[in-house]
């Protein structure tokens, strides 16, 4: 299994512009998140996923959207890059259970780091 | 609502010392709570979890946590430092999403281990 995967690895991007960051998974994990990583600040939860067409927000989505159109795949786009979305995002996974998801391990991407000029 | 606090940005031993990364925890609910560890460009890796049961979790590289619930805390211990152990570790707090049965991770903002010869 090739785990959780990211593209593209680095992106730099001017004020404006959009683009889409794109995140798989081969474990047939129900559940999917975005986050992004910031210098001190920790891991920040975008927005995530707990089914194909099931999404909602974490708690800083301004700026992105996301879809969940198969279960594989939770692409995250910015639709008009500001310098404030300069960072590294992260994309996991992890598998559902109806008697405990908080127990259950989230599987981390490699990351894509960001740079809007 | 749920949230994490790491004391020390930054953490230095030598190696051969003890390694101890503090975590205080938050939670309106039980919580199940986890420490991640991060090497330089790379994603976020397990390394132990506390869900229920024992309070003295043990996890990967001979890092161990222990759950104390009357002091709110999960801090991070491994007896003998080893130069491979440099790197970012994060705690985080099983946040769960009622509506949708998820949960997702609320994480502290992360201490930077140092590890000299």
């Known amino acids: 299994n090739a785990g959780v995967t990211q593209t593209p690895k680095f992106q730099v991007l001017k004020t404006g512009q959009s683009m889409t960051l794109q995140c798989a998974q081969d474990m047939n994990h129900e559940y999917m998140s975005w986050y992004r990583q910031d210098p001190g600040m920790g891991l920040r939860l975008i927005h995530y996923?707990?089914?194909?067409?099931?999404?909602d927000q974490g708690e800083v989505p301004n700026g992105y959207n996301v879809s969940r159109s198969t279960t594989e795949d939770f692409p995250l786009r910015l639709l008009s890059a500001a310098p404030s979305q300069t960072s590294v995002y992260f994309c996991a996974s992890s598998r559902g259970s109806p008697r405990d998801a908080r127990a259950n391990e989230q599987f981390f991407g490699p990351g894509t780091r960001l740079t809007v000029l | 609502a749920q949230s994490v606090t790491q004391l020390g940005s930054h953490v230095s031993v030598s190696e051969g010392a003890l390694v101890l990364l503090r975590c205080n925890y938050s939670?309106?609910?039980?919580?199940?709570l986890f420490w991640y560890v991060q090497y330089p460009n790379q994603g976020l890796q397990l390394l132990l979890k506390?869900?229920?049961?024992?309070?003295l979790v043990k996890g990967i590289n001979g890092f161990e946590a222990e759950f104390k619930k009357s002091e709110t805390s999960f801090h991070l211990t491994k007896p003998s430092a080893h130069m491979s152990d440099a790197a970012e570790y994060f705690c985080?707090?099983?946040?769960?999403?009622?509506?949708?049965?998820?949960?997702?991770?609320?994480f502290g903002k992360g201490t930077m281990l140092l590890v000299s010869p």
């Open positions: 985080a707090v099983s946040d769960p999403r009622l509506n949708s049965g998820y949960s997702t991770l609320t």
């Open positions: 996923s707990v089914g194909a067409g099931i999404t």
């Open positions: 939670s309106s609910v039980p919580p199940y």
């Open positions: 506390y869900t229920t049961g024992a309070t």
